[in-house]
């Protein structure tokens, strides 16, 4: 009698993450991911009715390693929004499968708005909007809006492969942008 492999919700969770990272999550089907899980797909149907429910605990996931890459992205500018922009583009550099799953899905497919993840559970937006307007910005929410137009398109460029600037190049746009957006 051959011994029963027990397969967790949680390595599930983590085959499936893995693949997104790797191909996105429409390459996650229940035959690829049982491989990657080294199951048959029984497992993965009895702790998932379908793989839109398993999306949902992989979109939860991606959305904490998201945080946790901003909360260890070094922040080293003075300047508000640079350091959160500089996080984000370099996450679509890095990640572009899984910044597509966070901030390029269809609205119906997002379970948290593009705002909510990157405030995070440390409002990280609301830091950088009170940090611009101690050093005098007036209307820094609107200020904020104006600089995440800009930051979103250079991620999303980020993530097709369209974003060549080094570093340096793309903290002094952002700091431009900054600079000439403020009131």
Request: proline fraction near 2%; charged fraction near 25%.
């Amino acid at each position: 009698m051959s011994r029963t492999v027990v397969i967790t919700k949680e390595e599930i969770i983590n085959a499936a993450f893995k693949i997104t990272k790797r191909e996105g999550f429409e390459a996650v089907t229940s035959r690829k991911l049982a491989a990657a899980a080294g199951c048959s797909t029984q497992p993965i149907f009895r702790a998932y009715k379908n793989m839109e429910e398993l999306k949902v605990d992989v979109y939860e996931r991606t959305a904490e390693y998201y945080e946790a890459y901003y909360e260890q992205y070094q922040k080293t500018n003075i300047t508000p929004f640079v350091d959160l922009g500089m996080a984000y583009i370099d996450f679509a550099l890095k990640y572009p499968n899984l910044f597509r799953l966070l901030f390029l899905a269809n609205r119906e497919d997002k379970l948290k708005s593009m705002y909510d993840l990157v405030n995070g559970s440390k409002d990280y937006i609301v830091k950088e909007v009170d940090k611009a307007r101690a050093l005098g910005v007036r209307n820094a929410q609107q200020l904020f809006m104006k600089m995440w137009i800009f930051i979103h398109g250079a991620g999303c460029m980020a993530c097709t492969g369209d974003y060549d600037l080094p570093s340096d190049e793309s903290v002094s746009m952002l700091t431009g942008a900054y600079d000439a957006f403020k009131e």
